[in-house]
């Protein structure tokens, strides 16, 4: 007999991901245990692999096991809590081992695979990383006049001292620095990333008193903080102080010696959040999001597993955090698509949450304005508990929001995408020296590029999508593949015609607005803008500082924010959203419009706001426009009900990718058929397929995209059909044709 270990394997696909057996040799006996974290040799070539143990066992020896190379020391190991996770992800949404395995420790945490003396071995990961940091001692001389980059150098680190990196995220350059430097304008001193992000000092939090309505909620909740699992809902209109009743119940949870996670949906909504939490509980929190440096990501992980945080926010993948001992999970806007993860594992972050909650005896808290209604659903039939904050805090009203006929406007000659409403508001609020925020869901210049002649539309050549016109760099980008065309052409490539470019996005928007307000300072924020790091962060905090006055942006511009000078906010290009595909399009416009209109007036004065559509009857927009979400709910229910949509049962979409179209349609309908045939079997389970039909975009980076839309029930049962049908369509040599991903969508994931 000798010991051997269950690995998950990196790099395995799924038509043959399994379990590997492999022997210990005798000097890691003793040393590996589930968890641990390995280096294997695999394949014909016994190349060096990262793995993870899954399982020991004593079994018979059989010549074919290979010997594990190297292994982690024990105090990396996972948990056997996020062990069951790894399990769980598996199990729920069909990926492979190791994919499970990469949501729940982020790649190169702690070791990575090298070579000692000839042998692959495992090395240490990340353990520090230093950056220069440079400080503004003095205001500038005003002579010699400073250039244009030292003066936003200068302006910039006169709020406090900035890393080189996030100078870069703001244009300003490296030599710019050290010239200045070099003048003695600024100095320079090297800092320690891991801690200067938990160091940074931040102003003392004012105390937390809340309102009655809110101590009432608080008091609710934190009778659910009694060491057992429980879930609620936290349905608060915006602005009505749900992040004040969450800091309460963190520092409850504190108290009880207890640990928690926050999060968020998206990094833009972050900043807020984390400066919120810092200055109320000091370096003891940790952040994970993606637009953190792969480096800074994995410190503060390590930092995190090695106990050394109490409180994690971040975005979706924080929910594997490696917390002990979790009291509250709180998810803030649950709503948010974001929190469904679109590559594999394709899971939610609810169905994680609850399972975590579960393992841990915590408090799940979801929190909303406008909650999802498979959410909502849940708490109005009592499976989680109900919380409401329906008043903004100090008695603020909600914004009066009017809906802009768009034909009107153009049918009196204004072919702008401003209004003359929302000139007149824009100018009433420059006038009084308040901002203003604009959502608009189109980055880039102008949207599509028509051909005069043949009436074509440009596309990318890799995807069924308009390639975007972007003026700054003149040229023409995919958003969905990145493929840009430079410069821009005039002609249309299929007939020589002359091209149209109509449409706006945000630069264009931009321009209009520095046309109409010359004097106004606008704030542009899109992935163009923001791409770099931390530049979303800074930018958001010059805006609350004052230094601008009107925010245009995408969706990043809509939530979570809380600016006391905002009052007024304009929706510029609704109308597409309104008929976009799938059964959430409704959901999504009524909370984004919502929440968006929920940026203004959140202080003294009364905040307004202008939805310009060219359907001004619209149901959801109207709904939307009263902030009516009992209304809407009610609307959308029946909606789901009759259609036969979540929650009221479970959409499985099955995703197809190939190269070849008829191969892709042909392996979609197959993969249908086994199905159904499978299905027959056991009558009484519900199932029924629908398709196969073209994703909404049908090809991107070249390859072809169909899908099977399932209507099912989520159970072991179903799961055990949905793997039988998928050993079949591998049996049939169908994946090489056609690659296949599951995706579902629950009725019941609390
Ligand atoms: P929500 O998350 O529900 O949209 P916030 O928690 O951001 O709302 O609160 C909205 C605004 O009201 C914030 O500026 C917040 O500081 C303020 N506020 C809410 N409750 C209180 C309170 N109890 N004391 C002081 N300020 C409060
Ligand atoms: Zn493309």
């Given at each position: 007999m000798v010991q051997t270990a269950q690995v998950a394997v990196s790099g395995a696909n799924f038509s043959f991901d399994r379990l590997y057996t492999y022997r210990l040799p005798a000097a890691l006996c003793g040393r590996v245990f589930p968890g641990s974290m390995v280096l294997v040799p695999f394949g014909r070539a016994s190349r060096a692999r990262m793995g993870v143990v899954l399982e020991l066992r004593e079994e018979k020896d059989d010549p074919r096991f290979k010997e594990i190379y190297d292994a982690a020391p024990e105090s990396s190991r996972l948990t056997g809590e996020l062990m069951e996770l790894v399990r769980f992800l598996k199990e729920r949404t069909f990926c492979t081992w190791y994919e499970a395995v990469k949501a729940v420790i982020p790649y190169g945490a702690q070791y990575k695979a090298g070579t000692e003396n000839g042998r692959p071995v495992l090395k240490k990961g990340i353990t520090r990383h230093t950056e220069d940091e440079y400080t503004l001692p003095a205001p500038l001389p005003e002579k010699p006049k400073p250039g244009k980059k030292q003066a936003l150098a200068a302006s910039v680190l006169a709020d406090g001292p900035k890393t080189a990196s996030q100078l870069a995220a703001l244009g300003i350059s490296r030599p710019v620095l050290e010239n200045m430097c070099a003048k003695g304008l600024l100095t320079r001193r090297k800092v320690d990333r891991a801690t200067e992000l938990s160091a940074r000092p931040l102003p003392p939090a004012q105390p937390v008193e809340l309102s009655a309505d809110q101590q009432a909620v608080y008091e609710g909740l934190a009778a659910l903080l009694d060491g057992k699992a429980h879930a609620a809902l936290l349905h608060?209109?915006?602005?009505?102080?749900?992040?004040?009743?969450?800091?309460?119940?963190?520092?409850?949870?504190?108290?009880?010696?207890?640990?928690?996670?926050v999060l968020v949906p998206e990094i833009g909504l972050t900043p807020q959040m984390i400066l919120r939490l810092r200055q109320h509980f000091g370096s003891r929190v940790a952040v994970q999001h993606s637009a953190l440096s792969n480096t800074e990501r994995l410190l503060q992980w390590n930092e995190i597993q090695s106990g050394g945080a109490d409180i994690v926010v971040g975005t979706r993948s924080a929910i594997f955090a490696p917390l002990e001992n979790i009291g509250l999970i709180v998810i803030d806007e649950e709503q948010e698509h974001t929190y469904h993860s679109e590559s594999s594992p394709r899971y939610s972050a609810h169905e994680v949450a609850s399972q975590r909650a579960a393992a841990h005896g915590a408090l799940l808290l979801l929190a909303s304005a406008t909650p999802s209604t498979e959410t909502y659903y849940a708490a109005q039939s009592g499976r989680i508990r109900l919380f409401e904050l329906p008043r903004r805090y100090a008695g603020t009203p909600l914004p009066s929001v009017r809906l802009v006929d768009m034909r009107a406007e153009l049918?009196?000659?204004?072919?702008?995408?401003?209004?003359?409403?929302?000139?007149?508001?824009?100018?009433?609020?420059?006038?009084a020296g308040q901002q203003s925020i604009l959502l608009l869901n189109r980055r880039g210049y102008q949207t599509v590029a028509m051909c005069t002649e043949c009436g074509e539309v440009l596309k990318c050549t890799g995807c069924s999508v308009p390639m975007v016109y972007h003026k700054a760099e003149e040229k023409l980008l995919c958003h969905y593949c990145g493929h840009s065309i430079h410069p821009a052409p005039a002609q249309c490539p299929a007939c020589g015609g002359r091209l149209r470019y109509t449409g706006f996005g945000t630069q264009r928007v931009e321009e209009e607005l520095e046309e109409a307000f010359p004097s106004a300072r606008i704030l542009r924020m899109d992935l163009d803008t923001t791409g770099k790091k931390d530049a979303h962060e800074i930018l958001l905090g010059r805006f609350a500082a004052g230094e601008y006055d009107i925010m245009l942006g995408t969706q990043m511009v809509a939530k979570g924010l809380d600016f006391e000078k905002v009052t007024l906010v304009g929706v510029l290009g609704i109308d597409q959203m309104l008929f976009a595909q799938g059964f959430r399009s409704c959901e999504t416009v009524f909370s984004l419009v919502t929440q968006v209109v929920g940026r203004s007036g959140r202080a003294a004065t009364p905040g307004r706001a202008l939805i310009q559509t060219v359907d001004p009857d619209n149901p959801v927009l109207c709904l939307a426009a009263a902030q009516d979400y009992p209304a809407f709910y009610r609307q959308e229910i029946a909606f789901r009900r009759l259609n036969l949509y979540p929650p009221f049962c479970t959409i499985c979409m099955a995703l197809f990718h190939g190269e070849k179209e008829h191969e892709t349609l042909a392996a979609a309908a197959r993969f249908g058929a086994l199905l159904a045939r499978l299905a027959a079997k056991t009558p009484g389970l519900p199932l029924r397929i629908l398709g196969p039909a073209p994703m909404a975009v049908a090809m991107v980076n070249g390859r072809y995209r169909y899908k099977l839309t399932i209507k099912c029930r989520a159970g072991k049962q179903t799961r055990a059909l949905l793997a039988a049908a998928l050993d079949a369509y591998t049996n049939e040599g169908l994946a090489g044709k056609a690659s296949l991903a599951l995706d579902f969508h629950s009725d019941a994931d609390l």
């Amino acid at each position: 007999m000798v010991q051997t270990a269950q690995v998950a394997v990196s790099g395995a696909n799924f038509s043959f991901d399994r379990l590997y057996t492999y022997r210990l040799p005798a000097a890691l006996c003793g040393r590996v245990f589930p968890g641990s974290m390995v280096l294997v040799p695999f394949g014909r070539a016994s190349r060096a692999r990262m793995g993870v143990v899954l399982e020991l066992r004593e079994e018979k020896d059989d010549p074919r096991f290979k010997e594990i190379y190297d292994a982690a020391p024990e105090s990396s190991r996972l948990t056997g809590e996020l062990m069951e996770l790894v399990r769980f992800l598996k199990e729920r949404t069909f990926c492979t081992w190791y994919e499970a395995v990469k949501a729940v420790i982020p790649y190169g945490a702690q070791y990575k695979a090298g070579t000692e003396n000839g042998r692959p071995v495992l090395k240490k990961g990340i353990t520090r990383h230093t950056e220069d940091e440079y400080t503004l001692p003095a205001p500038l001389p005003e002579k010699p006049k400073p250039g244009k980059k030292q003066a936003l150098a200068a302006s910039v680190l006169a709020d406090g001292p900035k890393t080189a990196s996030q100078l870069a995220a703001l244009g300003i350059s490296r030599p710019v620095l050290e010239n200045m430097c070099a003048k003695g304008l600024l100095t320079r001193r090297k800092v320690d990333r891991a801690t200067e992000l938990s160091a940074r000092p931040l102003p003392p939090a004012q105390p937390v008193e809340l309102s009655a309505d809110q101590q009432a909620v608080y008091e609710g909740l934190a009778a659910l903080l009694d060491g057992k699992a429980h879930a609620a809902l936290l349905h608060g209109v915006t602005g009505s102080g749900k992040t004040l009743v969450f800091l309460q119940l963190l520092r409850r949870t504190l108290e009880q010696g207890r640990k928690a996670l926050v999060l968020v949906p998206e990094i833009g909504l972050t900043p807020q959040m984390i400066l919120r939490l810092r200055q109320h509980f000091g370096s003891r929190v940790a952040v994970q999001h993606s637009a953190l440096s792969n480096t800074e990501r994995l410190l503060q992980w390590n930092e995190i597993q090695s106990g050394g945080a109490d409180i994690v926010v971040g975005t979706r993948s924080a929910i594997f955090a490696p917390l002990e001992n979790i009291g509250l999970i709180v998810i803030d806007e649950e709503q948010e698509h974001t929190y469904h993860s679109e590559s594999s594992p394709r899971y939610s972050a609810h169905e994680v949450a609850s399972q975590r909650a579960a393992a841990h005896g915590a408090l799940l808290l979801l929190a909303s304005a406008t909650p999802s209604t498979e959410t909502y659903y849940a708490a109005q039939s009592g499976r989680i508990r109900l919380f409401e904050l329906p008043r903004r805090y100090a008695g603020t009203p909600l914004p009066s929001v009017r809906l802009v006929d768009m034909r009107a406007e153009l049918s009196s000659g204004n072919a702008t995408s401003l209004s003359a409403a929302l000139r007149e508001e824009l100018a009433a609020n420059l006038a009084a020296g308040q901002q203003s925020i604009l959502l608009l869901n189109r980055r880039g210049y102008q949207t599509v590029a028509m051909c005069t002649e043949c009436g074509e539309v440009l596309k990318c050549t890799g995807c069924s999508v308009p390639m975007v016109y972007h003026k700054a760099e003149e040229k023409l980008l995919c958003h969905y593949c990145g493929h840009s065309i430079h410069p821009a052409p005039a002609q249309c490539p299929a007939c020589g015609g002359r091209l149209r470019y109509t449409g706006f996005g945000t630069q264009r928007v931009e321009e209009e607005l520095e046309e109409a307000f010359p004097s106004a300072r606008i704030l542009r924020m899109d992935l163009d803008t923001t791409g770099k790091k931390d530049a979303h962060e800074i930018l958001l905090g010059r805006f609350a500082a004052g230094e601008y006055d009107i925010m245009l942006g995408t969706q990043m511009v809509a939530k979570g924010l809380d600016f006391e000078k905002v009052t007024l906010v304009g929706v510029l290009g609704i109308d597409q959203m309104l008929f976009a595909q799938g059964f959430r399009s409704c959901e999504t416009v009524f909370s984004l419009v919502t929440q968006v209109v929920g940026r203004s007036g959140r202080a003294a004065t009364p905040g307004r706001a202008l939805i310009q559509t060219v359907d001004p009857d619209n149901p959801v927009l109207c709904l939307a426009a009263a902030q009516d979400y009992p209304a809407f709910y009610r609307q959308e229910i029946a909606f789901r009900r009759l259609n036969l949509y979540p929650p009221f049962c479970t959409i499985c979409m099955a995703l197809f990718h190939g190269e070849k179209e008829h191969e892709t349609l042909a392996a979609a309908a197959r993969f249908g058929a086994l199905l159904a045939r499978l299905a027959a079997k056991t009558p009484g389970l519900p199932l029924r397929i629908l398709g196969p039909a073209p994703m909404a975009v049908a090809m991107v980076n070249g390859r072809y995209r169909y899908k099977l839309t399932i209507k099912c029930r989520a159970g072991k049962q179903t799961r055990a059909l949905l793997a039988a049908a998928l050993d079949a369509y591998t049996n049939e040599g169908l994946a090489g044709k056609a690659s296949l991903a599951l995706d579902f969508h629950s009725d019941a994931d609390l």
